[in-house]
């Protein structure tokens, strides 16, 4: 039997049964599978939170790993539970943006609609799919099932705003993606934006009625402490930081907030 990764990122915390009960029926369909927790600390609902951890973390994984990841407020609604196969990997969750941000990274080659009673579990609750449908499904994919046994392939994901950038001339406009521990502003803008905006030496921020310009660094230790700086973080997203500082108190920045960089072309 072949043996595979699953992984497991929730909003599920560590104190009630919940990620366990995920891990026994995992186990119970697939003995040979390897569990990896990625976070089960992500804020409860905070689907942007979620996506971020995850599209962080994923491309790190052998290729084949199947990822589960249930930050699912819509949880028993009308939206879908879905299996989309990448370039590098597996992705099952609910259809609500949070499979998004690091499936599209990967290069998404199929999308399925998990829809076939016979890969989820007897009973399905309203409120527990990620026992009842996501585990049994990743369980059963790593134990040989065909996508297309799952249901239908379906054409397109939800999308959500976090993944998106808005281009207008020489500005981007993005968002706030998350906030580490460290109080790093970690937006949505990557390499790629930078080099069509030709951002070299500095980049102009636009926080809310703030403008900061920040000079766009490789360490963080190229500033004197407490100065604040722009730097590619190791995930490959653009940071506004403080050198042995908090950028998101300095700046008073949260989840979500909008940013926009303006850099000049030529």
């Known amino acids: 039997m072949p043996h595979f990764i ?18 026994a029926v995992i186990l119970d369909i697939c003995p040979n599978a390897t569990i990896i927790d990625i976070s089960h600390e992500i804020e409860k609902f905070n689907i942007k939170m979620g996506a971020y951890i995850l599209a962080s973390a994923s491309p ?73 449908i996501f585990a049994p499904a990743a369980a059963h994919l790593a134990n040989g099932t065909s996508l297309s046994e799952f249901g239908p392939e379906i054409r397109t994901i939800t999308t959500p705003k976090f993944a998106k950038i808005i281009k207008r001339k020489n500005m981007l406009i993005g968002e706030v993606l998350h906030i580490d521990k460290f109080g790093n502003v970690i937006t949505n803008f990557g390499e790629t934006e930078l080099e069509l905006l030709k951002a070299k030496a500095t980049i102009t921020f636009k926080l809310k009625n703030k403008r900061l310009k920040l000079k766009l660094c490789k360490t963080y230790g190229d500033v004197k402490p407490l100065k604040p700086l722009a730097i590619i973080g190791s995930h490959n997203f653009l940071e506004i930081s403080v050198n042995q500082g908090n950028a998101a108190e300095a700046f008073k920045m949260k989840y979500g907030d909008k940013v926009i960089i303006h850099c000049p072309q030529g």
């Open 6 to 23: 699953i992984t497991l990122t929730t909003d599920f915390g560590i104190r009630d049964p919940y990620v366990a009960e995920m891990k």
């Open 60 to 132: 790190y994984f052998p290729k084949g790993t199947i990822h589960i990841t249930v930050i699912d407020p819509g949880v028993g609604t009308k939206r879908r539970p879905i299996l989309i196969q990448t370039k590098h990997g597996y992705f099952i969750g609910p259809d609500n943006g949070v499979l998004a941000l690091a499936a599209t990274k990967q290069g998404i080659d199929h999308v399925y609609e998990i829809s076939n009673r016979k890969f989820m579990l007897p009973t399905i609750s309203n409120t527990f799919h990620g026992r009842d």
